[in-house]
């Protein structure tokens, strides 16, 4: 908790404009993030299971990744913490199968993405996709993930501003 005349700590924010996380602050103090958010993103999405998942992942994919390895799995996922900076993970395993190496693409989101808005669940698959193709947060990562969602950026800050809003108390906002 922040000390009375201490800015309030928006760990989800960090790296972001000092006049940007200032207007969260004023949003948040007023008890005003949740219904910004709701204005903005009226209703949740629709997939609640994880095939719909992975047809949802594998749309994306066929239409922005042709070329990139197949992903062989897509789950929404109980035990990733939301809160310790994860939203979706994206693993890589290889096994030999027969005489040749086998690799297996598997990308797993936060459960609690189950109820949110279909462009924030947009936003982690896009991230999770793009590490197909590139393996580091670098500038080629972050070009590919606008590549395949042109307001990547504006989704990615909207889904830390919900996750600010979840930490300072904020009720979910969305339901199935």
């Known amino acids: 908790?922040?000390?009375p005349n201490s800015p309030q700590p928006l760990p989800y924010l960090?790296?972001?404009?000092?006049?940007?996380?200032?207007?969260?602050r004023s949003l948040a103090q007023a008890s005003e993030l949740g219904g910004t958010l709701l204005r903005r993103y009226p209703q949740a999405h629709a997939m609640r299971d994880d095939k719909s998942l992975y047809r949802y992942a594998a749309d994306l994919k066929a239409r922005h990744l042709r070329n990139a390895p197949p992903v062989?799995?897509?789950?929404?996922d109980s035990k990733i913490h939301v809160m310790?900076?994860?939203?979706?993970?994206?693993?890589a395993s290889s096994r030999v199968q027969g005489g040749r190496l086998a690799a297996r693409h598997e990308i797993r989101v936060a459960s609690m993405f189950k109820q949110v808005p279909e462009e924030f669940?947009?936003?982690?698959?896009?991230?999770?996709?793009a590490h197909l193709r590139e393996k580091d947060h670098d500038k080629?990562?972050?070009?590919?993930?606008?590549?395949?969602?042109?307001?990547?950026?504006?989704?990615?800050?909207?889904?830390?501003v919900y996750l600010t809003h979840l930490e300072h108390g904020g009720a979910p906002l969305w339901r199935a």
């Open 14 to 24: 960090q790296g972001y404009p000092e006049a940007l996380l200032a207007q969260v």
């Open 140 to 160: 080629a990562f972050y070009q590919l993930c606008q590549t395949m969602e042109p307001r990547y950026h504006q989704y990615e800050f909207d889904t830390r």
């Open 121 to 129: 669940l947009r936003m982690i698959v896009v991230h999770e996709l």
């Open 84 to 91: 310790r900076h994860a939203l979706g993970l994206h693993t």
């Open 72 to 76: 062989n799995k897509v789950v929404f």
């Open 1 to 3: 908790m922040a000390l």
